[in-house]
C-alpha cells in the first residue's frame, strides 16, 4: 500500500471523520498537545538544570526526580494520544512530511534521554560532571527540536 493510499484510508475512517466533522476538535486537541508539551518542557529543563548541578539546589536529585519523572511519563503518554489523534485526523499533513519524521526520530532519543536521566537520579551521587551537564544540554536541545520541528509540520 502507498502512502498515499494509506493516507486516504486513514482518512476515511469513522474516528478520523468524527475529528474532522466534528467543530473545534482538531483545535482542542492541538490545545491540549501544546499544553502538555509546555508542562512536560518545563518538567525537563527543572530535571535537567538540576542533573546538570544547577538550579533547585535546595533539593536532593532523586526527590525532584521522584516527583517530575512521573508527570514527564504521563505528559509523554497524552503528547503520544493527543498527536496520534491529530495524525488520524489529518494524515496527509503529517505522513507525508519528512519534519514529521525527524521529529519522532528525536522524540525516540528524548525517550531514551528520559530513560537514562531518570535512573541517573536514583543514583545517590549528585557531583557535577561534565558527561552530566553535557547530557543536560543536549536533552534540552532535543525537546527545543522536537518543538521546532512541530511547528514546521504546520506550515510546511
Do not use: D
Not at 30 to 57: D, E, K, P, W, Y
Not at 96 to 115: E, H, R, S
Amino acid at each position: 500500500m502507498s502512502l498515499i493510499a494509506f493516507n486516504n484510508w486513514l482518512s476515511s475512517t469513522p474516528l478520523s471523520l468524527l475529528i474532522q466533522r466534528t467543530s473545534g476538535a482538531i483545535a482542542g486537541i492541538q490545545v491540549i498537545h501544546i499544553l502538555c508539551l509546555a508542562t512536560l518542557f518545563a518538567l525537563a529543563l527543572n530535571l535537567s538544570l538540576r542533573t546538570a548541578g544547577r538550579g533547585l539546589s535546595a533539593e536532593p536529585l532523586a526527590s525532584l526526580a521522584a516527583r517530575f519523572v512521573p508527570a514527564l511519563w504521563i505528559c509523554l503518554g497524552v503528547l503520544l494520544l493527543s498527536g496520534a489523534l491529530l495524525i488520524i485526523a489529518e494524515p496527509h499533513r503529517t505522513l507525508g512530511n519528512p519534519i514529521f519524521y525527524t521529529k519522532m526520530g528525536l522524540l525516540v532519543a528524548a525517550v531514551a534521554l528520559t530513560v537514562w536521566l531518570a535512573a541517573l537520579a536514583r543514583r545517590p551521587s549528585e557531583e557535577r560532571t561534565a558527561l552530566r551537564a553535557g547530557v543536560a544540554a543536549l536533552y534540552m536541545l532535543i525537546w527545543t527540536g522536537i518543538i521546532v520541528a512541530g511547528r514546521f509540520i504546520a506550515y510546511h
